[in-house]
C-alpha cells in the first residue's frame, strides 16, 4: 500500500500516486498504484495490462481523510530466471512503463525496496 498524505489531490485523472519498485537485486519491477475507485483511470490501466502487466493485488480502504482508495499491484513475467527481467527486457520495460505515466503527466521514479520492506 502506498503512503498517501491526502486524497483530495490527484497526479492523473484516477490516480493518487504511483510507485515502480523492485525486490532485491532489483531488476524485475512491479506497479504499485493507489487508484481512486470511483474515478478509476481505465485507460491507464488497459494499456498497463496490454504491455504484459498482470494485477496480482486488489484491496480498497478508506483513507484517514475519508476518501476511497484502490490499491492495485501488477507484475510481468520475465524470461530469465524465476520470470525476472532480462538486461533488454529491462531497458524495455522500463522505457514503456515511463512513456505510459509520462503520457498523463507521472513522473516514475523506479527503486529498490529494502529487504524488510520487500518480504514484510
Known amino acids: 500500500m502506498l503512503f498517501l498524505k491526502s486524497t483530495t489531490v490527484t497526479k492523473a485523472p484516477g490516480i493518487y500516486d504511483v510507485d515502480v519498485a523492485a525486490k532485491p537485486p532489483g ?8 487508484t481512486d475507485p470511483d474515478n478509476p483511470p481505465t485507460e491507464v490501466l488497459a494499456q ?28 510481468k513475467a520475465g524470461t530469465d530466471l524465476f520470470e525476472g527481467w532480462k538486461a533488454e527486457e529491462l531497458e524495455a520495460n522500463m522505457a514503456a512503463i515511463n512513456a505510459l ?8 521514479t523506479p527503486r529498490v525496496m529494502s529487504l524488510a520492506e520487500a518480504y514484510a
Open 101 to 108: 505515466f509520462n503520457g498523463v503527466g507521472i513522473t516514475i
Open 27 to 34: 531488476k524485475t519491477f512491479g506497479v504499485f498504484i493507489a
Open 48 to 75: 498497463l495490462t496490454a504491455m504484459g502487466f498482470k494485477q496480482t493485488y486488489s484491496g480498497g480502504y478508506t483513507h484517514k481523510d475519508r476518501g476511497k482508495v484502490l490499491d492495485l499491484h501488477f507484475q
